[in-house]
């Protein structure tokens, strides 16, 4: 069927009629057939659509959350991994570091001047940031003192 579809396909490419319109009527014949065939094997491979609502739950484990959970209750804070929850309401301090959407509390360290230089940066600060910094440095003094003392090293 196939080779008497190209070789009337080849002298058609001619100008005029191929003994009248015969050979436009067989071809178009021969496609219905094949399409015929076509849906029935489809129809023979899915016979219909059948909606299930108890596969859905698996969807909604893929869709994200439209809001952020309330965090767990653990026995003991900080967690083994650092974290301890929000305190309500915030205490009344001159200055306050707000925590992310998701309990996080806004901490980095950057590495900057071709990694020589390791800086740790706070974000979301509220209040008074120069009261931040002093205690921030009292602190960092402390460490230092304590560090080099248990070491045996003087500044």
């Known amino acids: 069927m196939a080779t008497l579809a190209f ?33 029935s094997s489809a129809e023979q491979k899915y016979p219909g659509i059948i909606e299930s609502t108890n596969e859905y ?12 959970p ?3 209750k653990h026995d003991s804070y900080p967690t083994p991994s650092g974290w301890s ?8 301090l001159p200055y306050f570091v707000r925590r992310f959407r998701m309990h996080n509390i806004p901490v980095y360290t950057d590495t900057t001047f071709r ?7 706070i974000r979301k600060i509220e209040g008074d940031i120069w009261a931040l910094e002093n205690e921030v440095k009292e602190l960092i003094t402390q460490l230092r003192l304590t560090a080099s003392g248990s070491c045996g090293q003087h500044d």
Do not use: C, M, N
Not at 7 to 31: C, D, F, I, S, T
Not at 115 to 121: F, Q
């Open 115 to 121: 990694g020589y230089r390791k800086l740790t940066v």
């Open 85 to 92: 929850p929000p305190q309500d309401p915030p205490p009344d």
């Open 57 to 68: 739950r698996f969807v909604e484990r893929l869709i994200p959350p439209s809001r952020v």
């Open 7 to 39: 070789a009337l396909a080849r002298v058609g490419l001619r100008k005029g009629p191929l003994l009248g319109g015969w050979w436009q009527r067989l071809l178009a014949a021969a496609h219905t057939r094949q399409a015929s065939a076509e849906t």
């Open 70 to 72: 309330v965090p767990l």
